[in-house]
């Protein structure tokens, strides 16, 4: 028995996979993870727009969903038949910036299932019946959503975060807002998705030069891009809290953000090593402390969240009500602990191996390497971006980070957003921001 | 350019109507011994990506706990974590995510499984902390003082603190009244306070034995050195005598009637859940009961969303699920009523499509497309080194045949039309099942 942990001398290795890259016929780029000898293939058509982009709130979200319910040429019970007769699976979909559809199939019926995607996409019926059996399963899903703790957190976060920001409303809008829809809403949504800028990206066992051929004839007729995403930034309401209110809530569900900064910024390497020291894993400070120390939670996490336009750091965990203050009081120091302390030498080689250790554990399979692609494909970063900032992580030391530790690490920059009972709830927030609102969904 | 593309969906259409498929799925290539203190073995080496799944499989769950005592083996689960003699208090996550590792754990009702994910030059380091909480576990009054409290927020978050969040505990309880089934892994946090570290420990030496666990290695290895590295941390333990188990292969078929209505100060909407008692994992009908499932759940053009959410339209969501565990199962049926719909109209809408299975069977198309999404699932469950070891233990300690993880499709694919109606009948003909009717209160 070897008395002493067997750690390894020997460096990680860890190569992003390669990637072809073509254009079909209109424009539209083409991303190919090609892995031989892999059974199942999937593919994603992205288009930049969702529901930030909306004109008509929620229109975005209802559109995309609705594209797997039935076609101009087949209704949805049929279209559906076909798909889960072959074992195959298509999603639609869209979050706050791209609108997607997905698919899934053995190789053997990866062109079918393609085939159907791209009618659903091109040609969606968005039908009277399939629409109104929607609308209830939005409203019914929404009334749950109304009573779960993290997701009242997160809309009294999104109000910190976003204020006035199309982020800051719900994807698919309010419960009034679906039950509103109109069939011309959705063709309106559905032209401007079609017409915005967009990518495929497949993996799997297949060949780049029949995937061009394919979806050079599967997808033409699609419009021209025209529609441009771009949108304002997001301005985080500093020293400022939310509350949603949670008569019935038995813990105390926290967000908070403070601001953060995109990929390719320059202290977005060292802002990823310092967010994980405070709370990425669960050998971080806040999971450490909340949980290890003081028994207040099941877990407790720190991490950038990157939106095209707002950035933010994050700080997330639920702790039983008798714990609201102090946890509040224990995040705040251990903050203000990262803006002024340099970081040891052995804390932060225990963060970035866990770092580094992600990109190896996170890219077994083709479908999870084509989830990396398309971060650095919607924030318009270069191909090699993750290659590279791999190497940029591997080189910065405690003095490299502590400038950037003092300069985003800011308990006065705080914006809260929280569900819970009021009297436990307010009088903590209260301690740490300026201004407090409430919310009652 | 059009006339093509209708083409392609015409042979969509035949192939789904009249052509099984026959995906060719790769072999999973594994090897399994029996170490002399019994610890069952199981290497599993795939050189595509540069990382190690290692999955220790302990046969124990909460069905083997004190019924004066539950929560134990869950709450174990945390204390596996804490410290041995030879690493400190929060080392063992210190070491494997320093190395660029992943860890966790779970536990059921029949196990307790711990894993860690790995570049690959750190699988030794993986199988020595292994080696270590195995037999060298210190179980201390901080340890257990603090994952104490850790249990009891993890609690209110799974359960306390959602809507709906009591149903299946209390499901579970009325199907399997009387068993030790009759408990989730959560247990009560009465119990787990109560508990002294004596007791921990007599637990821990009770289960944590090298006979009374399974291991996996799954991943870009070298074969012969992990041998060698499992037989120098592993080979030194003893074997221990077989644990002492409560009696469950004759968990009792039958249940008292349970109707009952809920009001849930948490919930918004009101929800329909009816449970049946169910088969065990390894029965033959397994195979059957789950593509009954598919058939009646899995899609939007199964028989429940077709019938009930799409055509009458008195439910927004209705799903059928399985679980199957060592000696029994439970098979539950979750509805929500569209506007204006009442939860009695859901249940007689559930129960009549589950009547017209048990009397009219189902159609050959319907099971051919149960068999396609199986067979597509099959093979899609089997990437990632971390799943494809949690699959191998599980054909391992449940069917004692490992290499069903290259045939049990086979087993799938040989279910008839006379199967599936014959299940539908054993499972849902039975008088007695549970019946919850949950509506919101204003408290």
């Known amino acids: 028995m070897t008395a002493s942990p067997p750690l390894s001398k020997e460096s990680l290795k860890f190569r992003f996979p390669d990637v072809a890259e073509t254009v079909l016929d209109d424009g539209t780029p083409l991303y190919v993870i090609e892995k031989a000898g892999e059974d199942v293939a999937t593919f994603g058509i992205y288009l930049r727009a969702g529901s930030a982009h909306d004109v008509r709130a929620g229109a975005t979200a209802f559109a995309a969903e609705m594209l797997t319910r039935g076609t101009v040429d087949r209704a949805a019970e049929e279209f559906d038949e076909i798909v889960e007769g072959l074992g195959s699976s298509i999603r639609s979909t869209c979050d706050r910036d791209t609108s997607s559809v997905y698919g899934v199939s053995l190789n053997e019926h990866f062109e079918e299932t393609t085939r159907l995607a791209a009618e659903c996409l091109l040609r969606p019926a968005f039908g009277d019946r399939e629409m109104n059996t929607m609308r209830q399963q939005f409203i019914t899903e929404a009334q749950i959503d109304e009573k779960d703790p993290e997701w009242l957190a997160t809309q009294a976060s999104n109000r910190v975060c976003y204020r006035g920001h199309p982020y800051e409303r719900r994807r698919r809008g309010t419960i009034a807002d679906m039950s509103s829809m109109m069939q011309a809403d959705l063709i309106t949504a559905h032209q401007r998705f079609l017409s915005a800028p967009r990518c495929i990206i497949v993996a799997g066992s297949v060949n780049t030069n029949e995937m061009r051929a394919m979806f050079n004839e599967l997808l033409e007729g699609m419009p021209p891009v025209k529609f441009n995403p771009a949108l304002s930034r997001a301005q985080l309401s500093e020293n400022s809290g939310c509350l949603a209110v949670n008569a019935e809530a038995v813990q105390t569900a926290f967000r908070i953000s403070m601001p953060g900064v995109e990929l390719d910024n320059a202290d977005y390497p060292a802002l990823q090593l310092i967010t994980g020291t405070l709370g990425g894993y669960t050998l971080a400070r806040l999971f450490s402390v909340l949980r290890e120390q003081k028994g207040y939670t099941y877990g407790a996490y720190a991490m950038s969240s990157v939106r095209p336009w707002a950035q933010t750091i994050d700080i997330v965990t639920s702790v039983g009500n008798e714990f609201t203050a102090d946890t509040l009081q224990t995040i705040a120091d251990e903050v203000s602990r990262i803006a002024s302390e340099r970081i040891r030498i052995e804390e932060l080689e225990n963060t970035r191996q866990y770092i580094l250790g992600t990109f190896a554990r996170t890219n077994e399979t083709p479908q999870q390497t084509a989830g990396l692609l398309w971060t650095t494909l919607l924030h318009g970063l270069p191909r090699d971006f993750f290659q590279e900032h791999i190497v940029r992580i591997q080189r910065l030391t405690p003095d490299d980070l502590l400038p950037v530790q003092m300069r985003y690490f800011d308990k006065s920059r705080w914006a809260i957003g929280a569900s819970g009972i009021e009297d436990v709830v307010l009088p903590a927030l209260k301690m740490h921001v300026h201004e407090v609102e409430t919310m009652h969904i | ?443």
């Open chain 2, 1 to 443: 350019m059009l006339n093509a593309f209708k083409a392609g969906l015409v042979t969509v259409l035949a192939l789904t109507t009249v052509i099984a498929l026959n995906a060719q799925v790769k072999p999973l290539v594994f090897k399994e011994y029996d170490m002399p203190n019994g610890m069952h073995v199981i290497l599993h080496e795939d050189h595509s990506a540069p990382v190690v799944a290692t999955v220790v499989h302990y046969k124990v769950g909460s069905r083997d706990e004190d019924p004066k005592r539950t929560g134990f083996a869950h709450f174990f689960e945390h204390l596996m974590f804490e410290s041995t003699e030879m690493i400190e208090r929060h080392n063992m996550d210190k070491l494997i995510s320093s190395a660029g590792g992943q860890l966790n754990a779970y536990t059921s009702n029949d196990e307790t499984v711990y894993h860690f994910v790995v570049p690959s030059t750190e699988v030794r380091l993986a199988l020595w902390i292994e080696s270590q909480r195995m037999r060298k576990l210190q179980v201390n009054a901080i340890g257990v003082e603090t994952q104490r409290g850790v249990v009891k927020e993890e609690r209110k978050n799974r359960y306390d603190n959602v809507p709906y969040g009591g149903w299946y505990e209390k499901m579970q309880s009325y199907l399997f009244r009387d068993s030790p089934y009759a408990w989730s892994p959560i247990g009560s946090s009465q119990h787990i306070d109560s508990a002294s570290i004596h007791e921990f420990v007599d637990f821990y030496n009770e289960y944590y034995q090298p006979s009374n666990a399974i291991l996996v290695v799954s991943g870009d290895f070298d074969e012969q050195i992990v041998k060698e590295t499992i037989n120098a941390y592993f080979g030194p333990y003893p074997k221990a005598p077989e644990p002492r188990r409560p009696q469950l292969n004759r968990v009792s078929d039958s249940i008292a009637s349970v109707r009952e209505t809920v009001n849930d100060i948490k919930a918004r909407l009101p929800r329909l859940f009816i449970g049946y008692k169910s088969i065990s994992i390894s029965d033959a009908d397994s195979y059957a009961i789950d593509l009954l499932t598919t058939i009646m759940s899995q899609g939007e053009s199964s028989r429940l969303y077709k019938s009930i959410v799409d055509s009458q339209q008195i439910a927004v969501n209705v799903s059928l699920s399985n679980q199957f565990r060592e000696y029994a199962g439970m098979t539950f049926i979750i509805g929500i009523p569209s506007a204006g719909n009442s939860l009695d109209a859901v249940e007689q809408s559930i129960d009549a499509q589950l009547k017209e299975v048990m009397v009219g069977g189902v159609t050959d198309a319907e099971l051919q497309k149960a068999k396609n999404i199986t067979e597509a699932q099959f093979v899609g469950s089997r990437t990632g080194m971390y799943n494809k070891a949690l699959q191998l233990v599980s054909y391992y300690r449940y069917y004692h045949d490992t290499g069903l993880i290259n045939t049990e499709l086979d087993r799938y694919l040989k279910v008839t039309r006379e199967d599936i109606q014959r299940v539908a009948k054993r499972l849902f003909e039975k008088k007695n099942r549970v019946v919850f009717y949950y509506l919101p209160s204003k408290g």
